[in-house]
């Protein structure tokens, strides 16, 4: 009889077993992977990187002139360069929103991120997926007397791009973003769109040290530039290296964009890496948290 009873109890609480141990394991939660790269940009491109909510991003961005300019100490004293100064700020963990001036032509633009998918650690979801998009505004002087600008919407742009990113272990990142620019106007020989694809990655050579390369290449055809013959159909080659803190991320680098506003580069570069056309270049972020 007493066996009887220890088999009884034994199947009551079967069940109970049961049940305890599925709902620990629907309770689990799925990891998000560690971030692919330490930036939200990588040289001239985006990553897919996106802060936590409420955190202040300030970047510096600046690129000498061409290395081969006569007599400009391998481009530092440089006519020729250019310089941006951004704020973006997380709104939501996965919305940054930003603003930044440029030198070059005075450009204005006003920027979205938005993080689609995420990258787990288990591999279930085996990369990241992002989208970025600018609207930039051409501060330039014009008016309907110098034929610069007619009217107000001549002087937008905009940007759009999905970065594919993916970590593949602790030093190896990589990320492939295609995109699509447009200038609402453009000179007669021009092509107001342009399609391109960037490849860009990171590996880290120390804790806080990685060296980093980004390589856009145009897909959309443009003709040569009427006046002087150079042609905007260069690929964008850039390497550098990166060293960051949790706070803070500087890139030095060569490259042959000086733009730094992602239309201004894809669009109308026109120097060639292999024909005197390098430039240093540098970027310096830093994050606040509120």
């Known amino acids: 009889m007493k066996n009887y009873k220890i088999l009884l109890l034994a199947f009551l609480i079967a069940p109970l077993i049961t049940f305890s141990q599925e709902k620990v394991k629907d309770s689990v939660v799925e990891k998000p992977e560690r971030p692919a790269f330490e930036s939200s940009t990588l040289i001239d491109n985006q990553t897919n990187v996106l802060f936590n909510k409420n955190t202040l991003e300030v970047m510096m961005q600046h690129r000498f002139g061409l290395i081969d ?45 938005i993080g689609l998918l995420q990258q787990t650690r288990s591999g279930s979801t085996p990369i990241s997926l992002t989208y970025f998009g600018n609207a930039g505004i051409d501060g330039r002087s014009g008016s309907s007397n110098d034929g610069l600008f007619v009217t107000k919407q001549d002087r937008y742009s905009y940007f759009h791009q999905l970065i594919i990113a993916k970590r593949f272990n602790s030093n190896l990142s990589l990320q492939l973003a295609p995109s699509f620019s447009h200038y609402n106007t453009v000179d007669y020989s021009m092509e107001n769109d342009r399609f391109s694809i960037a490849l860009g990655g990171r590996y880290k050579i120390s804790p806080q040290t990685a060296i980093i390369f980004d390589y856009s290449q145009p897909i959309t055809q443009l003709n040569d530039d009427p006046t002087t013959g150079l042609s905007y159909n260069n690929p964008g080659i850039s390497l550098g ?23 201004q580069n894809y669009m109308k570069n026109t120097n060639d890496f292999f024909n005197k056309g390098i430039l240093i270049g540098f970027n310096i972020t830093r994050n606040y948290n509120f």
């Open 241 to 263: 290296a990166e060293f960051a803190t949790s706070a803070h991320a500087f890139h030095i680098f060569v490259t042959n964009y000086s733009g730094i506003v992602p239309q």
């Open 69 to 113: 300019e006569e007599n400009s100490l391998l481009g530092i004293y440089g006519a020729n360069s250019n310089i941006r100064i951004a704020l973006s700020y997380a709104i939501l963990d996965w919305v940054t929103v930003g603003y930044g001036i440029t030198k070059k032509n005075r450009l204005s633009d006003f920027s979205l991120k």
